[in-house]
Structures are given as C-alpha cells and as structure tokens.
C-alpha cells in the first residue's frame, strides 16, 4: 500500500510539471481525479475513509505545491501563474486554429465567444465555446460511468483508466473550441501503449 502511494505520488508530482508547460493535459485531470477517488476513498468506511481521504487530500497538496514552485523561475506566484494562463487561452478567441475537429469542419477562426474579433459562431443561439465546454462536460461524465462499470465488470482497471484517460484527450481535441492540430497529440501517446492490448487493436481495427 505505501509503495503504491508513493509511485502515486511521483506520478502526480510528474503531472503538473507537465501542465505547468502544456495545459492542454489537463484534459486528463478527470481520469487522473477518478483513479484516486477510486483508490483512496471509493468503497471505504470509517477509518479507512477517513486516511483514504487524507491521502487523496496529500496528492492534491503535493501536485498543488509542485505547480506553485513551477512559477517562481518566471518569478511568477500564484495568481500570476493564473493570469498568465487566462491570457493565453484568450489569445485565439475562435473555433478552430486550424485543427480538424468538430469546429473545424463548419470553418476555421470563427468567433467563439461575443465580443470575439472573428464573426461569432453560435449553435442554437448559444455561443460555439459554451456548446464546447457542454460537451467536453457531458461526454467526461458518460467515459468515466463507462470505465465504472467496466471495472465493476471485472476488467483491468489500469487499462479502464488508461483507455478513459486517451478518450477523454481525444473528445477535448474534438468538441472544444480553440484548438490547435497538434493538442491531438497527447491523445496519440496515450493510445499508443494500448495498441499492446490484443483486445483493444481487435476493436480498433474492427
């Protein structure tokens, strides 16, 4: 159990270096939430519960803290860290940057949001970027129900999570607004040490 905590732990302490650099991976972060949630805290009472949610609690720090520090070379706190990554998501207030998903079929650089410096594209009366981020939301939930009960089935819960965790790098590439062709990319190494399971190319190649 504490060396399982620990390769957790460095795992986690890995994580947000690599976000601190690419946030496009926190795409991730609801698969890596859920196998937590899962190993610290699902189906305990008491006690257990009780260090399961300490535990998950020390994760959240550590990776919390390691984010922090990876601002002070830049001399940057906290909400400098933030600002930082509010200014760069709004930097391409549009559709699509040339990627070919969702957006990109109905056109690139489209406006995404009013006030956006390209026309506005809207579904149904609602702004391209709300209907991404419904989405994204909405297909989050169905992938980790589904890996919920494929590991209730029985299945390996290292490739449940692992297969989760490349959808879900492969959905936010595909419904969200303000992508780039090479935030696909994340999803391609993910996928990549599944072609290793004879069931999962069976099904990819089907």
């Keep these: 159990r504490h060396t399982r905590f620990r390769n957790v732990t460095g795992v986690q302490t890995c994580a947000l270096p690599i976000f601190s650099i690419k946030p496009q991976s926190a ?25 399961g949610i300490a535990r998950f609690a020390a994760l959240g720090s550590i990776g919390l ?13 906290p909400s400098g860290l933030l600002d930082f990554y509010s200014q760069a998501s709004n930097s391409y207030e549009v559709t699509s940057v040339w990627a070919f998903n969702l957006w990109g079929v109905a056109g690139f650089w489209k ?8 026309p506005l594209m809207r579904v149904a009366g609602v702004p391209a970027f709300t209907v991404g981020m419904g989405l994204f939301v909405a297909t989050t939930a169905w992938v980790l129900v ?15 999570i692992a297969t ?19 935030y ?12 290793t399971w004879r069931a999962f190319r069976r099904t990819y190649w089907a």
């Design 27 to 51: 795409f991730l972060f609801p698969a890596v939430a859920y196998c937590l949630f899962r190993r610290h805290v699902w189906a305990r009472r008491g006690i257990a519960l009780a260090e």
């Design 65 to 77: 803290s390691v984010w922090v520090l990876s601002g002070i070379p830049f001399g940057l706190g």
């Design 111 to 118: 406006g995404d949001v009013p006030g956006a410096e390209f």
């Design 146 to 160: 589904r890996a919920q009960r494929s590991i209730s089935r029985g299945h390996s819960e290292a490739r449940a």
């Design 164 to 182: 989760a965790a490349a959808a879900l790098s492969l959905v936010g590439f595909v419904v969200l607004t303000r992508m780039h062709e090479r």
């Design 184 to 195: 696909l990319f994340p999803a391609i190494v993910l996928l990549a040490p599944l072609l």
